[in-house]
Each structure stands twice: as C-alpha cells, then as structure tokens.
C-alpha cells in the first residue's frame, strides 16, 4: 500500500509559486512543453527552500530556481528527459558525493529535487490561480519519492501586508515590500495623505480601519502594520487583527506609546495573550532613525516572523 504524506513547504518571502505558474499557463498557451523542477528535502546549507520550483520547456528556456544556480544546470538537463520520456526523475545532490563538487555544492549540504512533465496543465493552473485567493492548495506528485511515497506540495495564500496610515514610513515600507512581490493594500480614511501622487501603483481603500480590514480579508498569509500615530486609526485595525489569523501584526510607537495601547485594549477586553501578538515598537532594533530605515526594520521582522512561523511548520 502506497501512503501519501504532507510536506509542509517553506516558501520564500516572495509570491514565487505564483509567478511561475503563471509563466506556466503563459507558456502552455504557447504550445510549450514543460518540465516542472522541486525542491522536496534539503539538509544543512541548501540554497533553496523545499517547495521551491523551476519550470523549464523543451528548448532549455527557464524561470524561477531550485538551488540559486548552483545545480540548476544539470535540473534543465534532466527536465528535458523528461519532457522527452514523459517520466519523473527523483535528483539527489549531496556533498560526500562527486556530483555535487562537480555542480558547486562544495559547501555543505544536501537537496533532492524532483523534475516531473507537465501533465494536465490547464487543469492544474486554473485550480492554483482561479479558485479562491485566501485558502491553502495542494498538489500531489505522479512521481514516487526514495521511499515509495508521494511528494505533495502546499501552496499557501500569497503574503498580503495591510498597510494603516499613509504617512512617510509608509513610503518606504510599501517601496520594500513591492520588491519582496508582497501584495500592499494602503488604508486611510485621509484621502489628503493617501493619494496617487504619494503612493504610485498601490491599492487605496480609504474606510475606517475596521471596515476595510473586514473587507479585504485576513488570513494567515496576511501581516498587518499600523503607522497612523493616530489611536483612532490604530486601534481600530488592532482590535480587529489580535483576533484574526494574521502571522505579523506591528504598530508604530515608543515603548511608552505601545504602553498605553496596551492599557486601552485591556479596558476593551481584550486579553493578554491577544495583546501579545501586536510587535510595538514595531521592527527589529537596529537603530532605525530615517523613515527608510523604519520601514527596513518593520520588513526584517515580518520576515524574520514568517520564516520561524514556517520552520514550525515542517513536518
């Protein structure tokens, strides 16, 4: 009997699955054939993360990676095979071995990659980029692992960053956050601060913070950060997201600012362990002074939040 088992993926920062499949329904609209690279166990100094991918067609075209160049030559290599026999091939690359000296693995570690053809890819892509946005997607592998069993890959939600305040550390945060191709939506009933001309290219919802948290929806793919300075603001998004499934929730503030936050929020029932969740003084400590380097140090601890949320998750 043939036991299917789950792998709970460490996707990076980024919406990276879901440029690729993308890629892949731009490519198959194309009458490309394709072989679809994944990284499914790494060991010590792995450059990549399990779960992620590398889509490459018949002629050696390629996007994304499996190992940050490292191996990917030789991966085109068996993806083409594979495309041709139309069969999945396990690759194993660890450094005791001449293999992986040869393809630059010299130091440390161990990735098993699986490169399987595209079958069924209308299918496939419309299930991971037409259903609902909020909810977890599996796919499971037609290529039996070392063991006898089945990789399955978990697509979590795209990260979403609620932004409340448009003041000038928003500027930046937004400015950062679009290079790490999270998805930023700016909430500020002021439609004097949140403007076009002051935030190019960023969705705008200007309800009060409740209302549009409500609206947008949060999920566990969603991190909330308020820089209003406004308790009115503030607080009406906090209340909202202590309470949700939101992995990161920050506010901006001195320690005697998230003080008193924390004292209206007690007197509003909300409770301690509820409270804990909000990071105030939001970011990690590096001595941020310029806006810039706020929003810097806002990112580096949604970052370093997501990245121990996801460690838990392995299995």
């Known amino acids: 009997m043939i036991y299917r088992f789950l792998f709970v993926t460490v996707l990076a920062m980024s919406t990276d699955w879901k440029n690729i499949w993308q890629t892949i329904r731009e490519w198959d609209g194309e009458g490309r054939k394709m072989a679809l690279a994944t990284v499914v166990k790494t060991w010590g100094s792995s450059p990549r993360p399990v779960g992620s991918h590398l889509v490459i067609d018949a002629d050696g075209h390629m996007e994304g990676s499996v190992s940050g160049g490292c191996v990917d030559g030789v991966v085109v290599t068996a993806a083409r095979d594979c495309i041709n026999t139309k069969k999945g091939e396990l690759l194993q690359f660890e450094v005791a071995t001449d293999q992986a000296w040869e393809v630059g693995l010299s130091c440390g570690g ?17 299930y991971l980029l037409d259903n609902d946005a909020n909810t977890i997607k599996k796919l499971h592998s ?27 550390i928003s500027q930046g945060l937004v400015s950062m956050a679009k290079t790490l191709d999270i998805d ?12 076009e001309e002051r935030f190019p290219d960023i969705d705008f919802i200007t309800s ?19 820089l209003s300075h406004d308790p009115k603001l503030d607080d009406s998004a906090l209340e909202i997201a202590v309470r949700s499934e939101a992995f990161y929730i920050a506010a901006l503030g001195s320690l005697k600012t998230q003080k008193e936050r924390k004292k209206r929020l007690k007197e509003k029932g909300f409770s301690e362990d509820e409270i804990a969740r909000i990071h105030g003084p939001a970011g990690l400590d590096i001595g941020a002074l310029e806006p810039a380097e706020i929003a810097l140090s806002i990112l580096s601890e949604l970052v370093a939040t997501r990245r121990a949320e996801n460690i838990k998750g392995i299995a």
Do not use: Q
């Not at 161990?110 to 419309?126: D, F, Q």
């Open 184 to 195: 930023v939506i700016l909430v500020d009933p002021r439609t004097a601060y949140a403007s």
């Open 110 to 126: 161990e990735v098993h990659i699986l490169v399987e053809p595209l079958i069924n890819i209308a299918e496939k892509v419309s």
């Open 208 to 226: 009060w913070p409740d209302e549009a948290l409500k609206k947008i929806g949060i999920n566990a793919s969603t991190a909330i950060v308020t």
């Open 142 to 168: 037609e290529t039996k692992m070392i063991d006898g069993n089945f990789f399955t890959h978990e697509y979590k939600p795209a990260l979403k960053m609620i932004v409340v305040g448009a003041v000038h």
